[in-house]
């Protein structure tokens, strides 16, 4: 046997004896270790945490926000549609009346392809468009996996509490969870949420989780939002503008881009002593 396999056969004759014990803290543990000592390779390292941590994920963990989901009027022409599933890249469109709060439907590209066909008879979006899966975004991705399998899902309406949208969560976005991120021709890159910048300061965009930043050395609590733009808006009272900044545990957050509701942008760097904040001028 060659020194590969006698390295994966310690790797996971080790991992064994943990899974048995049902410690999620000393499994954990054991993959960095395993990590660092070079038996197992990052993609490994990454699949077998993911697999680690994907029992406590939720849906809204998961799911893209309501504020970024690609969605249409019903009153839409087939046009219409087909024009957005070209410009998204996405083969499955939500379909709303008068707001996204009231998601009616699913359109699938390949259920208005042959209305596009000589001689098919025209049809209106509320004729082709199939009915929408919701699920509170409380549930746990686990479930939702299954979920998914067995009603021969792939994408579904993720509602809060008071029975508006939050998001929407397809099955894509529940096993790269576990995979990482699954890229196919019609994808754009995502910008990441953390970019690390010159002199020790790093670009953020809003959807910035609060705890990926105490990676960074700034540590936010708050049990109402899980992103730094969240955050910044609460803290704030309202939707901070560009150029606003704050001083927050040791650090100098200044919005570089922000519309009317959302934050977009956000450098963060140290702060200096004595520097003080710049409110709001508008």
């Known amino acids: 046997m060659d020194d590969s396999s006698d390295t994966h056969s310690t790797l996971w004759s ?4 943990l899974f048995c014990r049902d410690n999620e803290e000393k499994l954990e543990q054991a993959i960095l270790d ?3 000592d070079g038996e197992v390779e990052p993609e490994e390292k990454s699949m077998l945490l993911g697999i680690l941590r994907f029992n406590d994920l939720f849906v809204h963990d998961t799911m893209t926000p309501r504020t970024d989901m690609d969605c249409i009027p019903v009153e839409s022409t087939l046009d219409d549609v087909a024009r957005l599933i070209v410009k998204s890249g996405h083969s499955r469109i ?4 008068d707001t996204r709060d009231n998601i ?3 359109v699938h590209a390949k259920d208005i392809l042959p209305c596009f066909l000589d001689g098919h008879q025209p049809l209106t979006l509320a004729q082709i468009m199939r009915e929408p899966f919701f699920v509170p975004d409380t549930k746990s991705t686990r479930t939702l996996l299954q979920e998914f399998r067995t009603r021969k899902q792939h994408i579904a309406i993720a509602l809060d509490e008071y029975g508006g949208t939050s998001g929407l969560i397809t099955i894509e976005d529940v096993i790269e969870e576990i995979v990482g991120d699954i890229e196919d021709e019609h994808d754009t890159p995502r910008e990441e949420d953390i970019r690390a910048s010159e002199n ?3 670009i953020l965009t809003g959807r910035a989780n609060l705890e990926d930043l105490t ?3 700034l540590s936010l609590e708050n049990d109402e939002v899980d992103t730094i733009g969240g955050y910044l808006c609460m803290y704030a009272g309202h939707v901070p503008t560009k150029g606003e900044n704050f001083l927050l545990d040791g650090w100098k957050l200044t919005i570089l881009n922000a519309d009317q509701k959302l934050i977009h942008s956000i450098l963060l760097e140290p702060s200096t002593s004595g520097e003080k904040p710049k409110p709001d001028e508008n």
């Open 215 to 217: 990676e960074l050395g």
């Open 104 to 106: 009616v439907g699913i």
């Open 200 to 202: 020790g300061s790093y």
């Open 14 to 17: 080790r991992l064994s004896r």
């Open 34 to 36: 395993a990590s660092a």
């Open 94 to 97: 939500p379909v709303f009346r």
